[in-house]
């Protein structure tokens, strides 16, 4: 088994701060929105499917990929 690691774009969830105009008062606000995050690769051998790879984000919502 291998493994490796690299930084993609992804979309992800981030926070952002939206101001009420009638309160005048700074909101947190989540959107979603295009980030650089570390991706784990893990590369392997099955006896019965044969080679494989594995990829997940490290950042919510933590997607996956075989």
Do not use: C
């Not at 774009?9 to 701060?17: C, Q």
């Not at 606000?29 to 499917?49: E, G, K, Q, S």
């Amino acid at each position: 088994m291998f493994e490796g690691r690299a930084q993609e774009k992804t979309r992800a969830l981030g926070a952002e701060r939206r101001h009420d105009p009638t309160t005048r008062q700074v909101d947190p606000w989540l959107v979603r929105t295009t980030v650089i995050i570390n991706h784990l690769y893990f590369y392997a051998v099955d006896a019965d499917f044969g080679p494989f790879f594995l990829k997940f984000g490290i950042y919510f919502p933590y997607t996956s990929k075989l």
